[in-house]
């Protein structure tokens, strides 16, 4: 959970997750698919004076999904950045990205396709026990 200004270095995996809540962490720490470096970025060869970096995105559990619209499928991409990139610019390489004038992302590859950060009906699974 570092946030999109990190420096992010050669050989890591970077992973976003469409998730409820800050709370919700475990949800961003239990991907759908373990991530790996090498199945991502395997067949990618080194460029000399740049890193390549893992990109994994899961857009969540179908229970937060806005109404109307479908939750994309898992991304997985190997993303040969400039070595000073940040989280942000490599994100940005990989998929479209919506954010506010604040920097707050909104959205990926136009998922949600309208909103932002806006407040739901705690899903049930989300409860408290």
């Known amino acids: ?26 949800d961003a720490k239990a991907p759908k698919v373990a991530p790996s470096f090498s199945k991502i970025c395997g067949r990618t060869k080194a460029v000399a004076g ?13 229970v937060l999904r806005p109404k109307g619209e479908r939750t994309p499928r898992l991304i997985q991409r190997c993303i040969v950045a400039e070595q000073d990139a940040l989280g942000i610019d490599i994100l940005g390489q990989a998929v479209k990205v919506r954010a506010q004038g ?15 950060g806006v407040e739901i009906k705690t899903p049930k699974r989300y409860l408290k026990k």
């Open 1 to 26: 959970m570092t946030g999109p200004t990190v420096a992010v270095a050669d050989g890591a995996v970077e992973g976003w997750a469409f998730t409820f809540s800050n709370d919700a962490v475990p």
């Open 102 to 116: 604040s920097g707050f992302i909104c959205g990926l590859n136009g998922y949600p396709a309208k909103e932002c």
């Open 50 to 62: 740049k890193k390549r970096v893992a990109v994994m995105i899961d857009f969540g559990s179908a």
